[in-house]
Structure formats: C-alpha cells, structure tokens
C-alpha cells in the first residue's frame, strides 16, 4: 500500500503530472498531504481510518486531483496561495494564459484535475506546529515555486516533505505570474539546512537520502539555465520568443498531458533576462535582448 514508511509518515507515489505523490500521515488524526497520487490507496485509507485532515503545499493544479474523495476532511492551505481555492479563475491567473490556452487550461483543470471551489478550513503559516496525534509537524514556507509554498518537516521522524521543491533531474519550476527565481534560491537554502534523514518529494524518484548536497544540485540548475542564456544571447541579439523556441529549460516546445511546457519556458526565461537586466548584464533593444559585455 505504501512506498515509504518511518513510523507514521507514510508517501504514495502518484506518477506523472497531474498526478503527484501524496504523504500520509498515519495518527489520531490522519491527514493527507496533497492528495494527487492513487485513488483506490487513497479510498482505502479513508475507508480504514477516515482521513481527517487534508493539507496541500501549494496551490498548483497537480496536487489537487482526489481532495474530492475527502470533503468531511478539514482543509488546511498555505496562507499565500489559499485564493487559488477560492475560484478557477485565481488559478488560471497564476499562469496568465491568452484566450486560446485559457480554454485548454480550464479543461484541464476540471477535467482531469478535479478543480472544485474549496474554503480553507486553517492557513498554513511559517513556524506553525501542526499535531495529528502523537506526531508533530513544522510547516516551513518555502516561497518561489508559488508565493505560497510550503515544505513540512517531522522532527521526531527526522522527514523532511519537500513538495514541488522535488529533486527532478531538470531543475525547479519558478514559471507562474508570481514565482520568483531569488525566492527560489532563499527557500532552498533553508531547506538544505534542515538535518533530516529522509527527503520526500512531491514528483520524480519521490523518496532520497537527507543528502544537503542533493538540493544544492538541484538548485544549481537555475545557475546553469542562466549561463546557457547568456551564452546564446552572446550569439547575438534576440527576442523572446527565439529565447523561448531555443528551449534551454525543457528542450523543443511540447505539450505533456495537456502542459504546454513552452508557456512555462517562456515565463521562466523572462524572469532569468529580467534578473539579467537589473544586475546590467543583458539590455533590451528595440524588442531583442542584447548581451552586454
Ligand atoms: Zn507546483
């Protein structure tokens, strides 16, 4: 049934976007951490022990898709992201999509991800100590990815659930409206710090050694994304749209169910050349960026 176990916290492993895997958390008070992962596991849980507390660690549409399953369940949400709850329209507008990706977004989202309108029940803030029984729980907000992010530590456990901060051989997301690459950066800094023994993630291999080294590696991504652009700008002037074509994050532009990653690559080069921009390395000329010497 579970693919992890240390004492009571256990994860799920839920497979490719939007699916994610889910922690649970197996006390008085049972509670699912993003509820994305198997339906029939997630069923089953539930029916041997109701689940009580259904949290998520942001407000992406990939974490999303059982909540449904479980609407007795109090629903705890990061503060800064509790709005994408409040309607479909706060959700889309995370991305900024154009007409015509508005429509593919909206389908997806109710469709295969489950969106209902859903009020928190409790915002999740810095420093809270969440308690489902004997086991305890820090929240530790993580912003970048979204500006509300969460990770969850369980000391006693020595776990650390670092949620979409998640470890994946291509390097972290920072793509909506509101993300933010020093945010990023910040956050996994402090993640590095936490002496766990296991890290959880919510996508990829899920389950890894509390090696500080392997954050430190994924963070250097967004490193070497900015030096791959610096060094095609160096080529030569270019728009946006050639930087986004040049696919230096995700490669050639393609969809993965239903996930236009150019939109995504599009929004994440634009916040590298406006970092680029205010620390006087790139400038924008007549619509192309230009590699200042
Ligand atoms: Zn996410």
Not at 70 to 80: D, G, M, N, R, T
């Amino acid at each position: 049934m579970f693919d992890f176990e240390k004492g009571p916290i256990k994860l799920i492993l839920g497979g490719k976007y939007p699916h994610c895997h889910t922690v649970f958390v197996d006390d008085q008070k049972s509670a699912l951490i993003d509820a994305a992962s198997k339906e029939d596991t997630l069923r089953a849980l539930d029916q041997r022990n109701p689940v009580k507390i259904l949290l998520v660690s942001h407000g992406h549409e990939d974490h999303i898709m059982y909540n449904y399953l479980f609407p007795q369940a109090a629903f705890w949400v990061p503060e800064a992201d509790a709005h994408v709850f409040l309607s479909i329209n706060n959700l889309l507008g995370c991305y900024s999509p154009t007409d015509e990706e508005r429509a593919q977004w909206k389908h997806l989202l109710l469709e295969q991800c489950h969106y209902e309108v859903r009020k928190a029940d409790r915002l999740l803030k810095d420093g809270d100590m969440l308690e489902f029984g004997r086991t305890r729980c820090l929240v530790i907000h993580t912003p970048g990815h979204t500006p509300g992010h969460c990770a969850f530590h369980f000391p006693e456990e020595k776990v650390l659930f670092l949620a979409d901060m998640d470890l994946v051989k291509g390097g972290p997301y920072y793509g909506d409206v509101a993300s933010s690459i020093e945010q990023t950066l910040d956050s996994l800094l402090r993640l590095a710090a936490i002496d766990v023994e296991v890290y959880l993630t919510s996508h990829g291999r899920g389950i890894h050694d509390g090696d500080p080294d392997q954050i430190h590696r994924f963070a250097a991504h967004i490193q070497k994304r900015e030096n791959a652009l610096l060094e095609f700008l160096a080529q030569g002037p270019k728009t946006l749209e050639e930087v986004t074509q040049k696919g230096i994050i995700y490669g050639p532009p393609r969809v993965v169910a239903g996930w236009d990653l150019s939109i995504s690559e599009r929004s994440m080069m634009s916040k590298h050349l406006k970092r680029l921009e205010k620390q006087c390395r790139v400038t924008l000329e007549a619509g192309r960026y230009e590699f200042l010497e």
